[in-house]
């Protein structure tokens, strides 16, 4: 079936570095991916998202580019904050389009 | 216009008890979808509801775990008998229709089983 795997946190960077977040996807055709933010005590929250290939979302500095050849959509932040401490989850409609497929979520925390 | 509610925020339970989680989706909202965070791990997929409908429910436990959305009020995730492996964050999201690139979340609630 459809799935999502992203790189294992924790992630511990400084303030104004840069961050990457891998995430790979198995999916029948090609489905929307999404990156969804989850701050401490909170529900998720929709960060940006993408529906074909070779789009690129975009939200808040972070940036991700879906790759259908490499079947990925990282993502990244040129310099990243405090605040941006969080859970960030890679996910897909499933091909039937019934649900989201979540990651299993990556922690980043953020010294500064 | 209030977001999705989930409550109670924090539910504790003995083993052997009932568990209730509520939710109520934003206004409008007729679609309703039930995920489970166990501790350190990503969001399971448990249930999709419309109303009085359940859509998809591939994701339940086949036995102890139910879930409805009535004509009139929240939804309900019940979950009989509880194990203290049935402990972990449940989360509620919503959407107006069946495009469920936009899903709101609620804030889930702390299910403890002692």
């Known amino acids: 079936g459809d799935s999502v795997t992203q790189m294992e946190g924790p992630v511990t960077l400084s303030e104004e570095a840069f961050l990457t977040i891998n995430c790979t996807y198995t999916a029948t055709g090609y489905p929307s991916l999404f990156w969804y933010v989850q701050y401490p005590g909170e529900g998720l929250q929709l960060l940006l998202k993408?529906?074909?290939?070779?789009d690129k979302g975009s939200n808040k500095g972070f940036e991700a580019t879906y790759r259908k050849e490499t079947t990925s959509f990282h993502l990244e932040k040129g310099s990243v904050q405090v605040s941006d401490s969080a859970v960030y989850f890679c996910a897909l409609i499933d091909s039937s389009a019934s649900k989201i497929i979540f990651g299993s979520g990556t922690r980043l925390s953020i010294r500064p | 216009n209030a977001g999705v509610m989930q409550n109670p925020r924090h539910l504790v339970r003995r083993r052997g008890q009932e568990a209730r989680l509520r939710c109520s989706p934003m206004?409008?909202?007729?679609?309703v979808y039930w995920y489970r965070q166990l501790p350190e791990e990503g969001l399971k997929f448990m249930v999709y509801l419309q109303k009085e409908n359940i859509i998809d429910e591939s994701g339940m436990p086949k036995e102890r775990f139910s879930a409805e959305f009535p004509k009139e009020g929240p939804s309900i995730l019940r979950i009989q008998q509880v194990v203290r492996g049935d402990s972990a964050a449940y989360f509620c999201?919503?959407?107006?229709?069946?495009?469920?690139?936009?899903?709101?979340f609620g804030s889930g609630t702390q299910l403890s089983v002692l």
């Open positions: 993408a529906t074909k290939a070779d």
């Open positions: 206004k409008g909202h007729s679609h």
């Open positions: 999201a919503s959407s107006l229709d069946r495009n469920n690139e936009k899903l709101f």
